[in-house]
């Protein structure tokens, strides 16, 4: 090999490590469901911290049964028997199940791509807008808290085993819109492995 090649050669290398990782390596894109939680106001997460390691991404809960950005299946099942009738919520000592943390501290990035229904594709998300989450919970479909809400679509709940879901701090819902959260429409999104 001669000089030059070398030259050539070393050349190539600065400049691809150089690029950012995300145009190096790609990721692939999948469509899901976001919904929404004020994580301040609960008393714990799965992963131990009610915010991201970042100040400038949001947290998140990835569903349990969720095709794509599962970190595993909770325990625990799907009983009427914890819920109580007509209002939509568990009996009040109930206990949660308990989640595996293989996914804790993973980032995605997040696009809007319109209100949930809308169905999330790739054109429409051309000029949307986009945040970045950490997952720092679990969104369980065999939890109380999500089974019991027999009057929310199960894809908004993260109870649909073929939906990607993921529960984004209410702080994200202005950055994806534009405009408030007040009992605003769930959004149809695409999310991106990414690195956090």
Known sequence: MGLQSI???????????????????????FTGVATFNNYAS?????????????????????????????????TG???????VQGQQSPVSDYEGPSCPRTNCGVCYQVTNVGPYGSGATAAA???????VVQIIDSCPSTSAWNFCKTEVPSDERCGSAGT???????GAYRALTGGAWNNSPNLDILIQAVAC
């Open 77 to 83: 099942s799907i009983d009427s028997s914890l819920c």
């Open 164 to 170: 990607n879901s993921l529960d984004i701090d209410l």
């Open 125 to 131: 998300a051309a000029g949307a807008r986009s945040v």
């Open 42 to 74: 609960q008393g714990n997460t799965n992963c131990g911290p009610k915010t991201p390691s970042n100040p400038l991404y949001y947290g998140a809960a990835a569903g349990d049964i969720s095709p794509n950005i599962s970190g595993g299946l909770c």
């Open 7 to 29: 030259y050539l050669l070393l050349g190539f290398i600065a400049y691809a490590s150089s690029r950012p990782q995300s145009s190096v390596l790609s990721s692939p894109q």
